[in-house]
């Protein structure tokens, strides 16, 4: 049986891959679990998310498919912040026997959960068409998430991953401040990036593996297998764990992005790679967010932002002038594409004028007086107007990031990327 899990927590407390990793201990009662859990992230901009859009799933192998049931419900009604407006969580139950029936569709329905909107409806009509077993709570939303975790489970080939050993409180000590010795998170870092990421932001010295809000995470490490994951979480010296789950996950996969050929098809609430030419000068508005715009073959226009969480990435952003040309990855929210990264394809030639150089001395010429040409003091060479010479822009092509601690859970990270006719610059 295959247990997808959605929408249990609030932003004041809870988190649905605390309840997996706790099923997955209990449910050892009635099976055996088959195959590493899944934590899948849905598209990042639906306004229902709690924090970062995330579904479960389990494979379990079991003859008493009725108890395993009863006991996920049970759990969900005991631990999902149900008082909660946004909180509103579904369970999908697929049997075995309707795996094959149901790998096509739900492949189809977890791309669309991760790049498109969906309704709740079109879940539950899915739900009620395939006869599987599902329970949904007050409106039933997480009913799309926990579909959606089915299908990644079924079509495990299809999808790229990496993994995430999240390790949990103990529960009298959720809501208070974490204990963490900070410097063993930067320890870990050191002794295994790249084949871990997003542990500790350098640049920044930040930690950013460690949430800060009231759930039952401590810290989650990111990295590309289970072994090394487990590696960086040996070195790592904070208060004791109730209990820990190592993911795997479309995390860190560029999942969500839409190739887009134009700016005509983009749409809000969706992630895409777009390619155009920098059209004004980058503006710092208030707040110290960057925006500048972006123009495409067909002379259509959109603002990208870099905002102020990007920190150092706005640094870059700000050294780009029209003309150039780029490619840009991220989502899209009021009309304002929020970059995620970019590529720098092309920088267009800057100029700056100069005094006009005589031919015979080598110098700079002086001016002779408003709208007088130029002189050369030397030889008495005139010439009548300025010259243009090409600047140097500070800048090279490439690929950049944001840093790790304004990463987006579904963005690749530069280290992950195999491009090698490309300079990539990843942020550390
Ligand atoms: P949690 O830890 O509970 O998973 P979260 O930040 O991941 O927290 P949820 O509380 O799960 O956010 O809220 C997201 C809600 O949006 C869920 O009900 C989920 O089913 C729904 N959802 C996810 N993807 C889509 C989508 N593409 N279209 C519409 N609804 C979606």
Not at 64 to 71: F, M, R, Y
Not at 119 to 140: D, T
Not at 205 to 220: I, K, M, N, T
Not at 337 to 363: D, H, M, Q, S
Request: proline residues 6%; charged residues 30%; glycine residues 6%.
């Amino acid at each position: 049986m295959i247990i997808g899990i959605d929408d249990t927590d609030s932003n004041e407390g809870m988190c649905t891959t605390y309840l997996g990793a706790l099923l997955l201990d209990e449910l050892q009662a009635y099976g055996t679990v088959e195959t590493r859990p899944l934590l899948i992230r849905l598209n990042p901009t639906i306004p229902y998310k709690t924090r970062g859009n995330a579904a479960v799933a389990m494979k379990l192998k079991t003859d008493c498919p009725e108890k395993v049931i009863a006991h996920v419900v049970s759990r969900i009604e005991e631990f999902a912040r149900i008082e909660c407006e946004k909180t509103n969580p579904g369970a999908v139950f697929i049997p075995e026997k309707a795996y094959e029936k149901l790998k096509p569709v739900l492949r189809n329905f977890l791309e669309k959960a991760v790049k498109e909107v969906i309704e709740i409806e079109e879940a539950k009509s899915l739900i009620s068409e395939s006869g599987v077993p599902s329970k949904g709570f007050k409106n039933g939303r997480g009913l799309i998430g926990a579909l959606a975790a089915c299908g990644a489970m079924l079509n495990l080939e299809e999808w790229d991953h990496t993994f995430e050993y999240l390790a949990y409180r103990q529960k009298e000590k959720w809501g208070t401040p974490r204990k963490i010795e900070k410097e063993s998170f930067f320890e870990a870092d050191r002794n295994t990036y790249p084949d871990t990421w997003d542990t500790v932001d350098l640049k920044n010295r930040l930690v950013v593996c460690v949430p800060h809000s009231a759930d039952p995470v401590l810290f989650g490490i990111r990295g590309k297998n289970p072994a090394v994951v487990t590696k960086a979480v040996s070195l790592i010296r904070a208060e004791p764990i109730e209990r820990f789950a190592i993911y795997r996950t479309n995390q860190g996969t560029d999942m969500h992005l839409i190739s887009a050929e134009s700016i005509a098809e983009i749409r809000d609430m969706h992630s895409y790679t777009l390619e155009g030419t920098v059209s004004a000068v980058p503006e710092t508005i208030h707040g110290g967010h960057v925006i500048f715009p972006i123009q495409d073959g067909d002379g259509n226009e959109i603002d990208c932002a870099a905002f102020e969480p990007t920190k150092n990435f706005r640094l870059l952003i700000r050294k780009l002038r029209p003309g150039d040309r780029i490619v840009v990855s991220g989502s899209v929210n009021s009309r304002t594409f929020n970059i995620e990264k970019i590529e720098i394809k092309k920088l267009a030639p800057l100029y700056r004028e100069e005094n006009p150089v005589c031919p015979t001395c080598g110098k700079h010429m002086k001016s002779s007086g408003q709208n007088q040409g130029f002189r050369c003091k030397k030889c008495g060479t005139q010439a009548t107007s300025k010259i243009l010479c090409e600047t140097n822009r500070n800048l090279t092509e490439g690929l950049y990031e944001v840093p790790p601690c304004a990463r987006r859970h579904l963005a690749k990270p530069l280290v992950r990327e195999q491009k090698s006719d490309i300079e990539i610059h990843p942020a550390r």
